[in-house]
T-cell receptor, first 114, second 114 residues
Framework: GNSVTQMEGPVTLSEEAFLTINCTYT??????LFWYVQYPGEGLQLLLK?????DKGSNKGFEATYRKETTSFHLEKGSVQVSDSAVYFC?????????????FGKGTTLSVSS | ETGVTQTPRHLVMGMTNKKSLKCEQH?????MYWYKQSAKKPLELMFV???????ENNSVPSRFSPECPNSSHLFLHLHTLQPEDSALYLC?????????????FGPGTRLTVL
């Protein structure tokens, strides 16, 4: 079946540290891949996405590259800020005739301290 | 008002109550979704609507009854719920239901079933 696996959290970092959150997927066909972020008390927001192999999504200093050979879409940021503290969700989407929806990982909580 | 709004933000109900959750999107999208977010579990898709027609029901118990009177409004009617139904219920919308369209989420309704 189709699934997304994220590294277990919580991830605790100091401000300006380098961030990596691992994400791997299993999918039939060629999915689109997404990172969503959920700040406390809010719904999910799209952070970045990639629709085909070797595409790099980027936004707000975050990056992730669609790696077909390793079925991965790891999220990285060179220097995190306290305001980046949130829950990060990796997700995939596969189109089908009945429509589609996102398949999410369990989420990784990031806590950044000053 | 822009984006996706949900009311109420918090709801406490007994197992014999009947209540409804409301979602409204101001984005002109054609597809709307209900997700359930429980602690320690991935987001679970519940229902998908496209142009007011239900296109997906992800084996959701009948005590959850969705209604989509038009492409801007989505309801989730609740009756005789169980304590394990306590969760954050998220509504989302996208331009089209398939492929790579970004889904935009509301802030959610935090439901507690006593």
């Amino acid at each position: 079946g189709n699934s997304v696996t994220q590294m277990e959290g919580p991830v605790t970092l100091s401000e300006e540290a380098f961030l990596t959150i691992n994400c791997t997927y299993t999918a039939t066909g060629y999915p689109s891949l997404f990172w969503y972020v959920q700040y406390p008390g809010e719904g999910l927001q799209l952070l970045l996405k990639a629709t085909k192999a070797d595409d790099k999504g980027s936004n707000k200093g975050f990056e992730a590259t669609y790696r077909k050979e390793t079925t991965s879409f790891h999220l990285e940021k060179g220097s995190v800020q306290v305001s980046d503290s949130a829950v990060y969700f990796c997700a995939l989407s596969l189109a089908n005739q009945a429509g589609t929806a996102l398949i999410f990982g369990k989420g990784t909580t990031l806590s950044v301290s000053s | 008002e822009t984006g996706v709004t949900q009311t109420p933000r918090h709801l406490v109900m007994g197992m014999t109550n009947k209540k409804s959750l409301k979602c409204e999107q101001h984005l002109g999208h054609n597809a709307m979704y209900w997700y359930k977010q429980s602690a320690k579990k991935p987001l679970e898709l519940m229902f998908v609507y496209n142009f007011k027609e239900q296109t997906e029901n992800n084996s959701v118990p009948s005590r959850f009854s969705p209604e989509c009177p038009n492409s801007s409004h989505l309801f989730l009617h609740l009756h005789t719920l169980q304590p394990e139904d306590s969760a954050l219920y998220l509504c989302a919308s996208s331009q089209e239901p398939g492929g790579v369209d970004t889904q935009y989420f509301g802030p959610g309704t935090r439901l507690t079933v006593l």
